[in-house]
């Protein structure tokens, strides 16, 4: 028992983490911000949703970085545990394929410059991904507030 909490409990911190840092660069307007979701923008124009597409060009940081902060709430409070985990999961899914079917891509521009982040943005999507998945699986049937 202890070590399974040991494990959610590291979970949690990675999701967390990963979250909570990137509400600094969503809610500040950062120059990565403001590429990802024009870039995301473009592309829904590109494909006829020229309606959403303004909405989330200029919103959509904001909407993504407060489900987020939602999310990790959620994740620290043993019982909405579960709930975090699946807002988590249903999020960052969103994250994963835009970075895998849109312009976006896996390996991202972060600044007019061309620089390129390598990739650790997926990565560390992909991180909460089965951060998520495992954090549902292990606090499933949980009748303790602690776990």
């Known amino acids: 028992m202890l070590k399974k909490n040991y494990i959610i ?4 911190a990675y999701v967390v983490f990963v ?12 120059e990565e911000t403001d590429i990802i ?3 995301i923008a473009d592309w829904m124009r590109s494909i006829g949703l020229d309606f959403i597409a303004p909405f989330f060009q200029t919103y959509g940081g904001y909407v993504i970085g407060i489900t987020e902060l ?5 994740l620290i409070y043993g019982a909405t545990r579960r709930a975090g985990a699946i807002l988590g999961l249903a999020v960052i899914s969103g ?3 835009f970075h895998l079917f849109t312009p ?5 521009v972060v600044d007019a410059a ?6 650790i943005l997926f990565i560390m999507a992909c991180g909460v991904w089965l951060s ?9 049937k949980s009748s303790s507030m602690y776990n």
């Open 95 to 97: 994250a994963i394929f």
């Open 37 to 39: 979701f024009s870039t």
């Open 114 to 119: 061309g620089n390129t982040d390598n990739g």
């Open 70 to 74: 939602i999310a990790s709430a959620l």
């Open 9 to 12: 409990y590291c979970l949690i």
């Open 104 to 108: 976006l891509g896996v390996v991202r």
């Open 19 to 30: 979250f909570v840092q990137s509400l600094f660069f969503k809610f500040l307007g950062s």
């Open 132 to 140: 998520c998945a495992a954090i549902l699986f292990l606090a499933r």
